[in-house]
């Protein structure tokens, strides 16, 4: 049991699931939801992230499998499929009933959120329009914050854009470590189309546009905190960019003799990297950062709704 609990909690992609979550309860402490709101919106939010991840891992078992993906715990048989669908249906089925307490509004549109993000698994994910279920869903998550609040007053547009922009930037650094394995297996989705460059400009780009509307959308002047969070958004994911290209660069690779075989996974040069430790995974942590910092920032001033 404690076997499979595991394997569940590692194919739920709990890196992004915790940041999400933790950003989605920080906003709604902020707009003003009483403690028994902020737990419904962050019980609706983990549900949505354990759904969406499970989800993930079970649609792309087949695909982790023949790149040797042996950090996906679906892949390295951590966990079965079965085990890891009923869990993804499960946590679809529930991520509207803590949003059921708040109103059927916001309710509504954390489904809408969560249908989004289901629909790049599948068929969005090998598309040009990759981008934009990452868009929709972090647009309508704002919207489900402030829409639970008592009235359910409307969203300001400028955070439901940030919203938008903060997830499309997410979109392309969370697909850019695995840019080689997805041409591989056949997944050409539009960061694919980019090309590594083309991601990380995207990724970068976006992420400071999210940044500069939270600081500059709310009415009166900015503050010096956020003219600084732009600037830290503006300087930051680039430079992690450069520094994880750079480490990986220089380290040494090892040849193995087919894709998947052993322990390792085998890179575009016929390199192997066991268990994918070098994966540049420091763009997405630099965006999970940024965003977190951005929220602090947002409900300290005051300035939501």
């Known amino acids: 049991m404690v076997h499979v609990v595991l394997g569940l909690v590692r194919a739920s992609h709990p890196e992004p699931a915790v940041a999400v979550t933790t950003v989605s309860a920080l906003l709604a402490w902020g707009v003003g939801h009483p403690p028994a709101g902020v737990a419904a919106v962050a019980l609706t939010v983990l549900a949505s992230q354990l759904a969406i991840g499970w989800v993930n891992d079970l649609l792309d078992a087949d695909r982790d499998t023949a790149v040797g993906r042996r950090d996906k715990p679906v892949a390295a048989g951590q966990v079965g499929r079965r085990t890891v669908g009923v869990a993804g249906v499960l946590a679809a089925v529930a991520t509207p009933l803590p949003a059921l307490t708040l109103n059927p509004t916001a309710a509504f549109w954390a489904t809408v959120a969560l249908v989004s993000a289901l629909l790049y698994n599948w068929p969005l994910k090998s598309t040009p329009a990759s981008v934009l279920p990452y868009a929709v869903s972090f647009g309508a998550l704002p919207a489900f914050v402030v829409l639970g609040l008592p009235g359910t007053p409307t969203p300001p547009a400028w955070l439901v854009a940030a ?6 930037g997410a979109h392309f650094a969370n697909v850019l470590p695995d840019l080689a394995d997805d041409a591989r297996t056949g997944v050409r989705g539009l960061p694919h189309r980019l090309g590594p460059a083309g991601t990380r400009t995207a990724a970068v780009l976006l992420l400071l546009a999210a940044t500069a509307t939270l600081v500059l959308g709310p009415p009166g ?15 930051v994911p680039p430079a992690v960019s450069y520094a994880s290209r750079a480490s990986a660069g220089s380290r040494p690779a090892t040849a193995a003799p087919a894709v998947g075989g052993g322990t390792g ?10 268990d994918r430790p070098d994966r540049p995974v420091a763009v997405f942590r630099a ?5 977190l910092i951005d929220v602090v920032l947002l409900v300290a001033s005051g300035r939501v709704v």
């Open 163 to 168: 919203g938008a922009l903060l997830g499309a």
């Open 287 to 291: 965006v999970m950062l940024v965003a």
């Open 265 to 274: 996974v085998v890179g575009d040069a016929g390199t192997v990297r066991p």
């Open 221 to 235: 002047p900015p503050s010096w905190a956020g003219l600084g969070a732009i600037a830290v958004a503006a300087v």
